[in-house]
């Protein structure tokens, strides 16, 4: 089972933190999430329910 998000868009008090994100991660594939800082890593990962447990909350 694929882990998938698809136009993917987080905003918080009109501030654009993701937008049309697309993204599949794939069981038993190692994956990363680069970019510059304040790009919006985390923010990615803790949109997703699945990977909560995983990130600590702020």
């Given at each position: ?35 510059r800082t304040m790009a919006g890593k985390t923010t990615l990962l803790r ?12």
């Open positions: 089972m694929n882990l998938n998000a698809t136009d993917l868009c987080l905003t918080v008090d009109g501030v654009d933190h993701l937008r049309n994100v697309t993204a599949t991660f794939q069981p038993g594939r190692l994956h990363t999430v680069i970019g949109s997703w329910p699945a990977c909560r447990k995983w990130i600590p909350a702020p």
